[in-house]
């Protein structure tokens, strides 16, 4: 039952996972040569950015608050590093050099198979921010991944999971060359 359950929630799955944020921040750096250029090799892409996401059960209520609280808490440890004008990624491109945070989605959305949120991390703070996740993540579970416009790359290769190995829907990804918009991509 759970098989069919986690096959139907994958099938459900159909939109890509870069956000509009992830675009600004990397249309502003990559070399102009290299953005539509789709047999761009993903092999050595440059990596530009990172997402922490922290995985959870949404139908369990108990998971559900101390995510929520999680959450919180990493946004006030880490306020000076944030955008305090823009803390919320989705709302606008704000300031590629400082952290955001992205909305929660509290059912499978993009390739994950469950509830997930995650913040945008320059380059600069990654040692930090996931030193405090991962000494702080409780009982969920983290899957921080490199932004490089090659989400294949970016989710599957080059990603590092603590806590458990949650399955990653790796067909929805559909910008998988270096500089790759997602907003040009049909679905």
């Known amino acids: 039952m759970l ?99 992205f909305e929660v989605d509290k059912d499978p959305a993009g390739p994950f198979t469950t509830a997930q949120f995650s913040f945008f991390i320059p380059p600069k703070d990654l040692q930090e921010t996931s030193i405090w996740m991962l000494q702080n993540k409780g009982d969920h579970d983290v899957f921080i991944h490199p932004n490089s416009g090659c989400e294949t790359h970016d989710h599957t290769k080059w990603n590092t999971f603590s806590g458990a190995k949650w399955p990653i829907d790796d067909t929805v990804l559909k910008c998988n060359y270096p500089g790759c918009n997602p907003s040009v991509i049909e679905s």
């Open 3 to 101: 098989t069919v359950f986690l096959a139907a929630l994958l099938v459900v799955c159909t939109s890509g996972h870069y956000h509009d944020y992830d675009w600004k921040v990397m249309n502003k750096t990559f070399p102009e040569e290299l953005k539509n250029e789709e047999n761009e090799p993903c092999d050595n892409a440059k990596i530009y950015s990172y997402h922490i996401h922290v995985l959870f059960w949404q139908n369990n209520e108990e998971r559900v608050i101390s995510a929520e609280t999680l959450r919180k808490n990493f946004i006030e440890n880490f306020k000076e590093k944030f955008n305090q004008e823009k803390i919320n990624c989705t709302i606008s491109a704000g300031d590629p050099a400082r952290m955001c945070s």
